[in-house]
């Protein structure tokens, strides 16, 4: 029973990741718009607003110095996130629960791609 419930949890999880993710790329796809900061350096980000006020093609709403570091840091977080979710699920992670270390009950390891090649015999390198 426990275990049907955590892989209907996990599935749920796995749906609104998908979700998200979805729904990140429908906003950078169209919302992205950039901004030209008064050194010349220009901003590209995606949030919702009103295209139809803006239609120039570098936009003219400003932003506070505070809301383009946030959007940023929301944009690097996500990219992280997805890529570190990536790395582990493509790892092939078990759990080991240690009983000598408590604190490190959860390890990640690498699956097992078999034993190593049997050594013939005579093939050893000598030294001249």
């Known amino acids: 029973m426990k275990l049907a419930f955590r892989n209907s949890i996990a599935k749920q999880i796995a749906r609104l990741l998908i979700a998200v993710l979805g729904l990140f790329i429908l906003n950078n796809a ?3 718009h950039a901004h030209r900061l008064s050194d010349g350096q220009v ?3 995606a949030h919702p607003y009103k295209k139809s006020q ?3 093609p570098v936009k003219t709403h400003h932003h506070t110095a505070a809301e383009l570091f946030v ?3 929301l944009q690097f977080l996500f990219f992280v ?3 570190l979710t ?3 699920l493509r790892m092939g992670c078990k759990r080991v629960f240690s009983y000598l270390y408590p604190s490190l ?3 990640c390891f690498e699956k097992s791609r078999g ?3 049997p050594s013939q015999p005579g093939m050893d390198l000598q030294i001249l």
């Open 30 to 32: 169209v919302f992205l």
């Open 43 to 45: 901003i590209l980000h």
């Open 54 to 56: 803006d239609p120039a």
């Open 71 to 73: 959007l940023a840091q």
């Open 81 to 83: 996130l997805v890529t």
């Open 86 to 88: 990536a790395t582990l």
């Open 105 to 107: 009950h959860l390890k």
């Open 115 to 117: 034993r190593s090649p």
